[in-house]
């Protein structure tokens, strides 16, 4: 059987594709094409809403959007992801339109109400194409958002046009994420993870080059649909902030702040869930800050540890990985891996694994073993690096 892979393109190509969807849908040219990327966390899951600290790259993996400007109010969306949408900014609000055209009608209804949108909006036509695997955990919502916000706001700050992608996802769309897929497609750097600081919303900039030490980052997509409205991140969103209530904190940020001083006081919690959901949050914070300093000293054999210790939490205190998730990062582990983990919301989509090059091979030879024993699907691959933000591309 053909090995899976999920192929990125260059920018060149991606324009042309989605100009020439743009043609196909609207029978005209379009004003410009523009691009944001979908994203891989390296380490800090579970943890944007909670203050925390994040650890993600841009993947060359990009959609694209084709626009051009309307003067009679109209908003027309166009994508292979789901059938056409025409409506007007009073059309859109919190929970209306349903399915995948929320995301880009929210884009513009939350541009509108962060007063990002040029006054003299006169609706817009946009045909969207992607080489992010839609349901994979790898962003493809924030990057169609991002796409969208920086074709419609492109002088805006970046980070304004982050918060308003968040504000699309979660009142119009219904999704209950955190900033940190939106602020990697428009904030990351070529060549480096971007270090979020969920709580304050700064972020800087840590090397992160593997290849040039004779190491790959793969990327496994189980092929298990990763879904954030079904309820599952929304409870265990809700219990890291019952979690807080409870220590009488604002976040959960307050106490991994305080070290080991914060960890005796999430043991006190005497509910076992909320204490198990609690120390997964405070000991991921302090793993981001640990593989942070690993990345600055090339210790690469260091961050695959923290890379396997937080797929542990994740799995054991936070509940949120599956046996398609776990057999990918063990099957990574067995064939030499210095570190694996599940990536994104989880209950689905895609695992990562830090490898030594000449053993890629072996890792996706052993990954697509081990989900035929188990009866699991077949999973696809990618070798990633980080790469660039949101950007135009015509």
Known sequence: ????????????????????????????????????????????????????????????????????????????????????????????????????????????????????????????????????????????????ECSLALALAPDADRAAIATACVRAENEVAGAP????????????????????????????????????????????????????????????????AAAARRLGVASLRVPADRGRDGTGAVRSLGDDVLRRRASHVISEIARVRLAVTALESADFAEFGRLLSASHRSLARDFEVSCPELDSAVESALIAGALGARMTGGGFGGSAIALLPTDKVDDAIATARRRAAQRRLPDPAFAVVAASAPARRLL
């Open 1 to 144: 059987m053909t090995v899976r892979r999920f192929e990125a393109c260059s920018d060149a190509e991606l324009a042309a594709v989605a100009a020439d969807s743009f043609r196909r849908e609207f029978g005209d040219e379009p004003d410009g094409v523009w691009a944001a990327p979908g994203r891989v966390n390296l380490i800090g899951e579970h943890v944007d809403y909670a203050g925390g600290l994040c650890l993600p790259i841009a993947l060359p993996h990009s959609t694209a959007v084709a626009v051009a400007r309307r003067t009679d109010g109209l908003i027309r969306v166009r994508s292979a992801a789901g059938p056409p949408w025409d409506g007007r900014l009073d059309d859109v609000g919190p929970g209306r339109p349903d399915g995948w055209a929320s995301y880009p009608a929210g884009v513009v209804w939350a541009l509108h109400e962060s007063g990002l949108l040029a006054a003299d909006f006169g609706g817009v036509d946009a045909a969207f194409v992607s080489t992010v695997p839609i349901g994979a955990g790898l962003s493809s919502s924030a990057a169609l």
């Open 177 to 240: 994420t955190g900033g940190m897929d939106q602020a990697a497609a428009l904030q990351s750097s070529e060549g480096s993870a971007l270090l979020l600081d969920s709580a304050s919303g700064a972020v800087s900039h840590v090397p992160f080059d593997p290849r040039a030490h004779g190491l790959e980052l793969l990327v496994i997509d189980t092929r298990t649909p990763h879904r954030l409205v079904d309820g599952w991140y929304a409870q265990r969103r809700a219990a890291v």
